[in-house]
């Protein structure tokens, strides 16, 4: 069983207080972030990096997000409770987390055979139950479609129109895309056959691979 300590409750709250002052608005995203132990996807020698508001290595190429830029971008998604989420990029396991405590209905699916296997493991023992899938995420989960939000946690060359065809009516799909060093942050709502499409901030993420996105 993980341990969660008074300090480290503290440097949660404090790392609230800063997405705020940076312009987080969202209170559920906020609350959420302040229930999810962060420090537990750390090894010990790294614990103090847990609560600070940068990314972090986590093997295999990867990393845990900025928390900053986990907040922007679940903020953009605006989930509601009981909204079924297709997560792409399970990575540590942190952001499906995140989109749990929001009361959503969680898919997520990851490329990486040692990161999927490794949150498969964790997060259940966290009190976590996403529903876990491996295989190529850049061509959705087209088996449980509709969703109606996408959150995709890798940079994209494009916007997989696989995505934007799984996406419920009304439903958004929020993506980053760029090359393999910078993107912009994509937010895509359908209404009907309309999509709409909004450019927000420009973000690093590691390259979204797959069929759909970045050969290795």
Request: contains cysteine.
């Amino acid at each position: 069983m993980f341990e969660d300590n008074y300090r480290q409750r503290g440097l949660r709250n404090k790392l609230v207080r800063l997405l705020r002052q940076k312009g987080i608005t969202d209170e559920r995203v906020l609350s959420a972030i302040g229930k999810v132990p962060r420090h537990v996807f750390f090894e010990n020698a790294f614990l103090e990096h847990a609560y600070q508001d940068k990314a972090f290595p986590i093997g295999e190429g990867q990393t845990i997000s900025q928390p900053y830029t986990v907040a922007f971008q679940t903020e953009k998604l605006n989930v509601q409770p009981g909204n079924k989420v297709l997560e792409i990029g399970t990575g540590s396991g942190y952001q499906a987390c995140i989109l749990l405590e929001l009361g959503a209905v969680v898919h997520t699916i990851e490329y990486n055979r040692k990161l999927y296997e490794k949150a498969k493991q964790m997060l259940p023992k966290m009190g976590y139950r996403p529903h876990f899938h491996y295989g190529d995420g850049s061509k959705g989960l087209p088996a449980f479609a509709p969703f109606d939000r996408i959150l995709v946690t890798a940079g994209a060359p494009v916007v997989p129109d696989a995505l934007t065809e799984q996406l419920a009516d009304h439903g958004i799909l929020v993506i980053p895309v760029g090359d393999r060093e910078k993107q912009v942050m994509v937010r895509i709502t359908k209404k009907g056959d309309e999509l709409i499409r909004e450019d927000f901030d420009y973000f690093s993420f590691v390259p979204l691979l797959g069929e759909k996105g970045w050969k290795k």
